[in-house]
T-cell receptor
């Protein structure tokens, strides 16, 4: 059963703590992405990666970090430097062959920081 | 940066009616895609239209693209309660695989 998994679905943290969100895909996709979505808004790109051990900053990378040690995995760490971390976080992946770049999304992780 | 802007922000229709939403973008694109998001869930890809295409159909969905006006429309015909969701357009530029999403149109289909 191919797809993208994100865990956990809900995450609660105290201010000042770092937290890592998991994203795994078994679609054999080269590219992976992290987005942030705030209520009633669209998706904003945090980080993206085309290949193992390489990633680029998106539009709102400050306060976040990622790693891409395996093709299947792209974990996102929300650091204490992120000023407003409470949001819905979405991970996606895409195949880069053919130039169509359709993205497949995970179910999301809702992070609440108090 | 958000390249696409959807219009209207919200739409409420009766079951069986058609729903039309529009997307405008600022810079040249390679492809334009539409996605659906049910409340609290991830996005699901609906349809992709290339920059050299003008119209595309998939089931009850019809997408048009006017590159001269930098705009696209998504039409859902004979809407159902299950079509209640937010709809987003997303564009990618030539030689760039990342997508830029609009803010979305929230569609409510009343039974």
């Amino acid at each position: 059963d191919g797809g993208i998994t994100q865990s956990p679905k809900y995450l609660f943290r105290k201010e000042g703590q770092n937290v890592t969100l998991s994203c795994e895909q078994n679609l054999n996709h080269d590219a992976m992405y992290w987005y942030r979505q705030d209520p009633g808004q669209g998706l904003r790109l945090i980080y993206y990666s085309q290949i193992v051990n390489d990633f680029q900053k998106g539009d709102i990378a400050e306060g976040y970090s990622v790693s891409r040690e395996k093709k299947e995995s792209f974990p996102l760490t929300v650091t204490s430097a992120q000023k407003n971390p409470t949001a819905f976080y979405l991970c996606a992946s895409s195949n880069l062959d053919g130039g169509l770049y359709e993205q497949y999304f995970g179910p999301g992780t809702r992070l609440t920081v108090t | 940066s958000q390249q696409g802007e959807e219009d209207p922000q919200a739409l409420s229709i009766q079951e069986g009616e058609n729903a039309t939403m529009n997307c405008s973008y600022k810079t040249s694109i390679n492809n334009l895609q539409w996605y659906r998001q049910n409340s609290g869930r991830g996005l699901v890809h609906l349809i992709l239209i290339r920059s050299n295409e003008r119209e595309k159909h998939s089931g009850r969905l019809r997408v048009t693209l006017d590159t001269s006006k930098k705009s696209s429309s998504l039409l859902i015909t004979a809407s159902r309660a299950a079509d209640t969701a937010s709809y987003f357009c997303a564009t990618d530029a030539r030689n760039d695989y990342k997508l830029s999403f609009g803010a979305g149109t929230t569609v409510t289909v009343r039974a």
